[in-house]
Nanobody, 125 residues
Framework: QEQFVESGGGLVQPGGSLRLSCAASGFSTDYYAIGWFRQAPGKEREGVSCISHSSRFTYYADSVKGRFTISRDNSKNTVALQMNDLKPEDTAIYYC??????????????????WGQGTQVTVSS
């Protein structure tokens, strides 16, 4: 069974850090762009950061540039998101997803077709 499992979410104070991890099983991530997306209550799901299959290309939403870093290790079938200087507006459920569709748009949620179950990130004092 092809699936992603996210981990690393939790409750953190503003200014703190978290590292999210996404582990794939049942398939190889070698050939797919992988992204981290988030959805806050009452808001649409948005692309936070995405990385191409070779790690050559990355994307960061303006709201997280300079604070978040995406990385991948294809030998371990994992993708990580290091989140520093967290803000209350970063509170959301974070999902990782793979883009297996040919010709899909980079870091656009509708063009990613294999999703994990999500992990909650809450930034609050």
């Amino acid at each position: 069974q092809e699936q992603f499992v996210e981990s690393g979410g939790g409750l953190v104070q503003p200014g703190g850090s978290l590292r999210l991890s996404c582990a794939a099983s049942g398939f190889s991530t070698d050939y797919y762009a992988i992204g981290w997306f988030r959805q806050a209550p009452g808001k649409e799901r948005e692309g936070v950061s995405c990385i191409s299959h070779s790690s050559r290309f990355t994307y960061y939403a303006d709201s997280v540039k300079g604070r978040f870093t995406i990385s991948r290790d294809n030998s371990k079938n994992t993708v990580a998101l290091q989140m520093n200087d967290l803000k209350p507006e970063d509170t959301a459920i974070y999902y990782c997803a793979a883009q297996r569709l040919i010709g899909g748009k980079f870091c656009v949620p509708l063009d990613y077709d294999l999703w994990g179950q999500g992990t909650q990130v809450t930034v609050s004092s």
